[in-house]
């Protein structure tokens, strides 16, 4: 299908103009890069490693493949019983070499997001999908792109810096962990995946794109403004755009900048754009409208995302104990990682720094933390080498990482919606996860709030140990 004309073009770039949040004047190339990198500061040496082969790109992915996966893999290797209660990866066709990347990684049934989204993006139809971090919806639209990619080799040599997949991220540490996500999925496959951030060096990220053709490109929006305009990026050839997070998106003032991004790619008509937001109000809504043509609404309910996979305990507790009995946890009980919420950045590191005076191993992400810091913590963290992380409910929003075995309320949050987010951290994509708050005499008067947000009375319970 041939692009459409220039008009049609303008049409729906203006029906966005007309939709958006933010009517302010749309800010320059350097605005853009300053205005856009909130999250993103100071410098690292690299962009979570290039550990894909330099050859070739995806128009001889089938026959590169070979090179990379054992060819003495097959299905029969990775049996998991049918379900009636749930989708299995096996039934949705998917290449070979994924389903052993997806074997690799332990996953064996869909989350209720993946199970009601694949069918719809496998098909090439568009989706707005409203599903919070952690329900497997990263996944969800990797798998689809990836076997878009593996379906439809391309019959010609991909010139650097042409993404044939485009996706768009509100923060630095959703991007990175997008493209980590990517990586393991691509293990088996010629996909070469790369991100492009700000606080990163940028001419390092400029020389990854010249190394090889880049099939799929995850971005934050200023950085990628900056690519654009100096001509290192041409998203004139992306076939899917996936747009992740629209609602923190326009809660950032970034809106603009996506538009001016959006326009740059393929009309909607001749791209597969998956749109998705944790909330839906009129304005993501009409966002939503103008970038996608037709698409389906998949919904997957909060508050079945903060309890279905999180055993949620309430411990009444003097506040003067707060440290004994979080520090009596993490000594007895089976924490793999834990996340420490507090509600502000003096208590934060107050909690850290209690627990590493009785030997925990811990760090803490805070809006007082550097930003090269804060990435060194999470890195850290999600290898293992640092299992527990006090942090704030800001700095927190930025944490995706699998492995979450705990999430413990410090403090219980003033917002409910932040308990949400908070205990959301731990049982994604399926895993088990388990959320203790405490309950004292100086924040108690937030549970009545909490307990309205999740439509359910809560049952608090005194720890199962002494601390004196």
């Known amino acids: 299908m041939n692009s459409p004309s220039e008009p049609e073009k303008l049409i729906e770039d203006d029906a966005v103009a007309d939709d958006a949040v933010a009517d302010k004047a749309e800010p320059g190339p350097d605005d853009a890069s300053d205005a856009n990198e909130k999250d993103d500061a100071n410098d690292k040496d690299d962009v979570n490693g290039n550990t894909l082969s330099e050859a070739g790109n995806t128009a001889n992915a089938g026959k590169a493949s070979e090179q990379i996966w054992e060819k003495d893999w097959d299905i029969s290797k990775f049996d998991v019983a049918e379900s009636d209660e749930h989708a299995r990866f096996h039934d949705f066709s998917l290449p070979l070499p994924m389903m052993r990347a997806i074997a690799d990684l332990g996953f064996e049934y869909c989350t209720p997001i993946q199970s009601a989204s694949l069918p719809i993006s496998l098909a090439d139809y568009d989706i707005t999908g409203q599903a919070q971090t952690g329900t497997g919806k990263t996944a969800a639209f990797l798998i689809t792109i990836m076997t878009r990619l593996w379906e439809q080799p391309l019959d ?39 991100c492009l951030v700000g606080g990163m060096d940028f001419d390092k990220q400029q020389r990854r794109l010249e190394k090889r053709p880049v099939d799929i490109l995850v971005a934050t929006p200023g950085r990628l403004i900056d690519f654009c305009n100096r001509r290192w990026v041409n998203l004139k050839q992306v076939e899917v755009l996936v747009i992740d997070e629209a609602d923190r998106m326009l809660d950032m003032g970034f809106i603009p900048d996506v538009r001016r991004i959006v326009y740059q790619t393929p009309h909607k008509r001749v791209r597969q754009t998956l749109f998705f937001s944790a909330t839906f109000n009129d304005e993501v809504m009409r966002l939503a409208n103008s970038w996608t043509m037709n698409p389906e609404h998949v919904v997957i309910e909060p508050d079945q995302v903060a309890t279905d996979n999180v055993e949620q305990k309430f411990w009444m507790i003097e506040a003067s104990t707060k440290v004994r009995v979080l520090a009596k946890v993490l000594e007895t009980e089976a924490v793999e990682r834990a996340l420490v919420f507090t509600n502000r ?76 987010h908070r205990i959301g951290r731990t049982g994604r994509a399926g895993a088990e996860g388990i959320a203790i708050s405490f309950v004292s005499e100086d ?23 002494s601390v004196d």
């Open 156 to 194: 010609r040599l991909q010139a650097r810096g042409e993404p044939r997949a485009l996706i768009l991220a509100p923060t630095r540490e959703l991007a990175l962990q997008i493209e980590a996500d990517g990586e393991s999925l691509a293990k088996y496959m010629d996909i070469s995946v790369q």
């Open 345 to 420: 950045r003096d208590s934060a590191r107050r909690v850290k720094e209690a627990l590493a005076k009785k030997n925990v191993r811990v760090e803490i992400l805070s809006g007082e933390v550097p930003q090269n810091k804060r990435l060194s913590t999470l890195e850290k963290f999600r290898s293992g080498e640092v299992p527990v992380v006090v942090a704030t409910d800001v700095a927190g929003r930025g944490i995706h990482v699998d492995g979450v075995s705990h999430v413990f309320n410090f403090d219980l949050p003033e917002d409910p919606e932040d308990y949400v």
């Open 443 to 465: 924040d108690g008067f937030c549970l009545p709030a909490i307990e309205e947000y999740l439509g359910t009375k809560v049952e608090c319970s005194q720890p199962d140990f």
